[in-house]
């Protein structure tokens, strides 16, 4: 059984910034790639960030030089440096990893709420 923990989230004033984590557990043979989504009150689940196995990254438009996501590769763990913050970044964040474990799957996270005040 594989488990997505996330932890960082919280509520921060505009133009602060905030650090989330994801650690995966588990049976975990390898993992392809992982990535940051985030929904919004009335709004579809969006990409924000994902990064393979092989380190190559992408962005929503939205975060482009504000947000970094890196990942610990050892740890079996992603994170999401998100700096400038923006009240239109408010929403519950989701780690997303593609892992082979018993076979190949997409796990999530139970999402960590971020909240941006003005």
């Known amino acids: 059984q594989v488990q997505l923990v996330e932890s960082g989230g919280g509520l921060v004033q505009a133009g602060g910034s905030l650090r989330l984590s994801c650690a995966a557990s588990?049976?975990?043979?390898?993992?392809?790639?992982m990535g940051w989504y985030r929904q919004a009150p009335g709004k579809q689940r969006e990409l924000v960030a994902s990064?393979?196995?092989?380190?190559?990254?992408n962005y929503a438009d939205s975060v482009k030089g504000r947000f970094t996501i890196s990942r610990d590769y050892a740890k079996n763990t992603a994170y999401l440096q998100m700096n400038t913050l923006k009240p239109e970044d408010t929403a519950v964040y989701y780690c997303?990893?593609?892992?082979?474990?018993?076979?190949?799957?997409?796990?999530w996270g139970q999402g960590t709420q971020v909240t941006v005040s003005s």
């Open positions: 997303n990893a593609e892992l082979y474990g018993l076979g190949l799957a997409k796990y």
């Open positions: 588990g049976s975990i043979l390898s993992i392809n790639t």
């Open positions: 990064i393979t196995s092989g380190g190559s990254t």
